[in-house]
């Protein structure tokens, strides 16, 4: 077993997850919104979702990239549609108190809504299988346990990034007030949206 494949996959994990596309605004608006482990709960979903596309990326690499030719538009419509629903739900959330207390909320619905929401766009496998081949991550099947190390590494480095994001972010939540939460609820659902206009607008393309 190459226990280099779990610091690889730690990479990998870092670099996919980087809160730049409507998953990362997400679970920026809820750490914002529901506090601190709101936000790490939708980020482990985010994590799974990941690891998910990591397993994929190395097993069916061939499979995956003809599945992606032949169901983009429908690929692109689901997720387009998924997107548009959170961008309106989060657009017109109402802010929260923003007081040193953790909102009350359903952690099971923020975990399932971030995965689904990760999953919604499977392209995503083909940035891990980037990041594969830049790490010289080749023949990662040779063995289960080397597989396993490999995938444990990509979920932990997603994790290792959303604590310290979340963390982060926890500490200005308090000083930002319910006009700052009102902000980040606009700019995150109107962010999401766009992402979701885009999708649609790329089957014009097709």
Same mark, same amino acid.
């Given at each position: 077993?190459?226990?280099?494949? #779990?610091?690889?996959? #730690?990479? =990998? ?23 601190? %482990? @709101? *936000?790490?709960? +939708? *980020? ?8 998910i596309f990591a397993i994929l990326a190395a097993f069916g690499l061939t499979f995956i990239t003809a599945f992606l030719d032949e169901k983009e538009a429908w690929i692109k419509i ?5 997107? /548009?629903? %959170?961008?309106?739900?989060?657009? /017109? @959330? ?18 399932? &809504? ?5 999953? &919604?766009?499977? /392209? ?6 980037? =990041?594969?081949?830049?790490? *010289? ?8 346990? &080397? ?5 444990? *590494?990509?979920? +932990? ?12 972010? &926890? ?19 109107? %962010?999401?949206?766009?992402? +979701? ?10």
């Amino acid at each position: 077993m190459d226990i280099s494949l #779990f610091f690889k996959g #730690f990479l =990998v994990g870092l670099i996919i997850s980087a809160p730049i596309g409507p998953v990362g605004a997400l679970c920026v608006q809820r750490t914002m919104n529901n506090g601190r %482990f @709101s *936000g790490i709960i +939708s *980020g482990f979903g985010a994590a799974v979702g990941d690891s998910i596309f990591a397993i994929l990326a190395a097993f069916g690499l061939t499979f995956i990239t003809a599945f992606l030719d032949e169901k983009e538009a429908w690929i692109k419509i689901v997720g387009g549609v998924i997107l /548009l629903y %959170f961008g309106f739900r989060v657009y /017109l @959330s109402e802010p929260r108190d923003c007081s040193g207390q953790e909102n009350e909320v359903n952690h099971f619905g923020a975990f399932g &809504s971030a995965l689904l929401l990760t999953l &919604s766009n499977p /392209l995503v496998i083909l940035s891990v299988i980037a =990041v594969f081949a830049i790490l *010289g991550i080749v023949n990662p099947t040779a063995s289960y346990p &080397s597989t396993a190390l490999l995938v444990l *590494g990509v979920f +932990s480095g997603a994790m290792f990034l959303w604590i310290i994001t979340c963390h982060v972010l &926890s500490n200005y939540r308090n000083k930002m007030g319910e006009r700052g939460v009102f902000l980040v609820n606009k700019i995150t659902g109107l %962010f999401i949206l766009a992402c +979701s206009g885009y999708a649609f607008l790329s089957l014009l393309i097709l």
